[in-house]
């Protein structure tokens, strides 16, 4: 069983900052890309940032020059730091991973989600 477990969401202000975080743990032999998705409300999930165990990085138009992607390997985390916020930033935000593990391979994971609010 491997399981992701996010952290760091909350409610801030426009302009605001926060950095989420996303662990990885259980049965990982390896982990592969990693990244951050996002639904709002009515919408479908969205693709945020990835990042490959090499650190080679890919963002939304909509979050370049505002969103970092980081990962540290030997944590098995991967870290989403979120500046110069706006309220269209509003949603549940998803890590991912693709894991190795002995008995399946490698299989997308998935975290539980975390809210992020931004108000006006």
């Known amino acids: 069983q491997v399981q992701l477990v996010e952290s760091g969401g909350g409610l801030v202000q426009a302009g605001g900052s926060l950095r989420l975080s996303c662990a990885a743990s259980?049965?990982?032999?390896?982990?592969?890309?990693m990244g951050w998705y996002r639904q709002a409300p009515g919408k479908q999930r969205e693709l945020v940032a990835t990042?490959?165990?090499?650190?080679?990085?890919n963002y939304a138009d909509s979050v370049k020059d505002r969103f970092t992607v980081s990962r540290d390997n030997a944590k098995n985390t991967v870290y989403l730091q979120m500046n110069s916020l706006k309220p269209e930033d509003t949603a549940v935000y998803y890590c991912?991973?693709?894991?190795?593990?002995?008995?399946?391979?490698?299989?997308?994971?998935w975290g539980q989600g975390i809210q992020v609010t931004v108000s006006s």
């Open positions: 259980g049965r990982v032999l390896s982990i592969g890309p």
């Open positions: 990042i490959t165990s090499g650190g080679s990085t």
């Open positions: 991912s991973a693709d894991v190795l593990t002995l008995q399946i391979g490698f299989e997308k994971y």
